[in-house]
T-cell receptor, first 113, second 113 residues
Framework: GENVEQHPSTLSVQEGDSAVIKCTYSDSASNYFPWYKQELGKGPQLIIDIRSNVGEKKDQRIAVTLNKTAKHFSLHITETQPEDSAVYFC????????????FGTGTRLAVRP | KAGVTQTPRYLIKTRGQQVTLSCSPISGHRSVSWYQQTPGQGLQFLFEYFSETQRNKGNFPGRFSGRQFSNSRSEMNVSTLELGDSALYLCASHRLSNQETQYFGPGTRLLVL
């Protein structure tokens, strides 16, 4: 089955700096890669996703890049703000896994004011 | 549009007991997925239901089961509880496919003593 590795497990940045979280996946047939943000006491919330026919996608301060050859994808947050502090999860899924999502182990991001 | 609701939010049980958790998806969503979230294992997929049928299943023992009703509401049951079942159980709803945005509920936090 699919295996997703996520790094780093914790990340601390100064407000205004950029943050990058990286994930690798094992199943070359995976074609859907969402990113979720989880705040304390809440369920994960989708912040951006990318499909395998696209190499990069951007939404305001958030961008995701996908390298299918290397089987890795990354989340980039620019101009970080304290409200970006949360746990971020990457996930991968595709037809070969019955469309179910496999999640990374999460990155705890702390933005220092 | 109301979000995904899960009941109860908190639950304390003892080993050997059984528990039933409930999830009401977003109106119009026909698919419900369940996840177990623990600090050590992250988000692990339990199963997915679509139109009252289990469409996908994760690698959990048979003590974990679920069902979906005709109104798309779903329940999951854990029998013969073990200490290791203590976790946050998350439900996510989506319209049709796992490759669409999954909307998570706030979760049910289960503590097994």
């Amino acid at each position: 089955g699919e295996n997703v590795e996520q790094h780093p497990s914790t990340l601390s940045v100064q407000e205004g700096d950029s943050a990058v979280i990286k994930c690798t996946y094992s199943d070359s047939a995976s074609n859907y890669f969402p990113w979720y943000k989880q705040e304390l006491g809440k369920g994960p919330q989708l912040i951006i996703d990318i499909r395998s026919n696209v190499g990069e996608k951007k939404d305001q301060r958030i961008a995701v890049t996908l390298n299918k050859t290397a089987k890795h994808f990354s989340l980039h947050i620019t101009e970080t703000q304290p409200e970006d502090s949360a746990v971020y999860f990457c996930a991968a899924g595709g037809k070969s896994s019955g469309d179910k999502l496999t999640f990374g182990t999460g990155t705890r991001l702390a933005v220092r004011p | 549009k109301a979000g995904v609701t899960q009941t109860p939010r908190y639950l304390i049980k003892t080993r050997g007991q059984q528990v039933t958790l409930s999830c009401s998806p977003i109106s119009g969503h026909r698919s419900v997925s369940w996840y177990q979230q623990t600090p050590g294992q992250g988000l692990q997929f339990l199963f997915e239901y679509f139109s009252e049928t289990q469409r996908n299943k994760g690698n959990f023992p048979g003590r974990f089961s679920g069902r979906q009703f005709s109104n798309s509401r779903s329940e999951m049951n854990v029998s013969t509880l073990e200490l290791g079942d203590s976790a946050l159980y998350l439900c996510a709803s989506h319209r049709l496919s796992n490759q669409e945005t999954q909307y998570f509920g706030p979760g049910t936090r289960l503590l097994v003593l």
